[in-house]
């Protein structure tokens, strides 16, 4: 069974040392891949507006992100993950008030929730993974993702994922210190792609996103439109 991730994380934007850094840090880059992102939503954007992010990853299927109470410093931000089809169902229908649908994955609901592609575009990623000095063993990984996306826009990610909610208060600390490691400014948020994408290519839903968030809650991630979809 596929199990339910809590996703702690923080962007900013890279600096030109940023990988250089990392390296100074003891970090290794695991790899470098190229791969297409499309988000779905109603004409609406009835998902994004409630802040729950449908995604269908080239090569890693589907994923549905949707945010959890907010974290301190404002700057981080977490979100549920799910993988599991059946789950991510689930969650669809009772963010959009859809009367629980029969057997099938993701792409036969799309029409009955009236769900259809709003953005796609490709990343260029390079993942690193580190551990801070001095941290447990057992502690998981943190890692740091610099993307470039197709349209022109760079953004990094430092990343954990943990099981329980208990454990975010240190994830976020963790992911405090590797931030300042890298020279990130305290206050400094950063959009995610899509937000970035549809300010570009479909700004009157951009405006729509804006209007429903406060300055202190906007969507994904760091608070600022847009954040965690890696």
């Known amino acids: 069974m596929a199990q339910t991730f809590i996703e702690v994380e923080r962007k900013f934007l890279p600096a ?4 250089e850094r990392l390296q100074e840090l003891g970090g290794t880059l695991e790899h470098q891949v190229t791969f297409r992102d499309t988000y779905y939503d109603t004409p609406e954007l009835s998902l994004m507006r409630a802040d729950h992010w449908l995604r269908q990853r080239e090569g890693s299927g589907w994923e549905l992100k949707y945010a959890g109470r907010p974290v301190v410093p ?3 931000t977490h ?3 799910l993988t599991a089809e059946p ?3 689930a969650q669809l229908c009772e963010v959009l008030g859809a009367d629980v649908l029969g057997p099938g994955g993701v792409a036969a609901v799309l029409g009955p929730l009236g769900l259809q592609e709003v953005a796609s575009f490709v990343t260029r990623r390079s993942a690193w993974k580190l551990v801070l ?3 447990d063993k057992e502690e998981p990984l943190l890692r740091v993702d610099l993307d470039t996306a197709d349209f022109g826009y760079a953004v990094g990610e430092v990343e954990a994922l943990v099981h329980e909610k208990a454990e975010v208060s240190a994830a976020v600390e963790k992911i405090h210190s590797l931030s300042s490691m890298l ?3 305290v206050q400094e948020t950063a959009p995610a792609k899509v937000m970035v994408y549809l300010q570009r290519f479909r700004p009157q839903d951009y405006q729509h996103l804006l209007e429903v968030y406060s300055p202190r809650e906007k969507p994904q991630g760091t608070k600022a439109p847009g954040s965690s979809l890696g």
């Open 87 to 89: 789950a991510i169902v």
């Open 133 to 135: 000095s001095g941290a």
């Open 183 to 185: 020279g990130v400014p």
């Open 16 to 19: 030109p040392d940023t990988e």
């Open 79 to 81: 979100y549920v993950e």
């Open 74 to 76: 404002v700057t981080h």
